[in-house]
């Protein structure tokens, strides 16, 4: 059974940052890709930024140059490091991978940014 579990998410001003981080519990050099989702308030899902088992990385237009995904394969864990926080950034953010050709998600971290 693959899990991944995400933490980090919480309550911060416009401005300020949040580290997010999806922990799995499989090797994560397993995955063809793991990347974040976003789905805030009346808006579609979106998919905030990916990387390959590979390391390359991709981004999501309105985040890029703010957001950096990262990953430890020690921990079996990936990153989604958020920086200068805009309100339109609030979203309840949820993590996948796909391992042997099957989706995998987590439960979901709520990002709230408010003053």
């Known amino acids: 059974q693959v899990r991944l579990v995400e933490s980090g998410g919480g309550l911060v001003q416009p401005g300020g940052s949040l580290r997010l981080s999806c922990a799995a519990s499989t090797n994560i050099v397993t995955f063809y890709a793991m990347g974040w989702y976003r789905q805030g308030p009346g808006k579609q899902r979106e998919l905030v930024a990916s990387i390959t088992s590979s390391g390359r990385t991709n981004y999501l237009d309105s985040v890029k140059g703010r957001f950096t995904i990262s990953r430890d394969n020690a921990k079996n864990t990936v990153y989604l490091q958020m920086n200068s926080l805009k309100p339109e950034d609030a979203a309840v953010y949820l993590c996948?991978?796909?391992?042997?050709?099957?989706?995998?998600w987590g439960q979901g971290t709520q990002v709230t940014v408010s003053s």
């Open positions: 996948s991978g796909t391992r042997y050709g099957y989706d995998y």
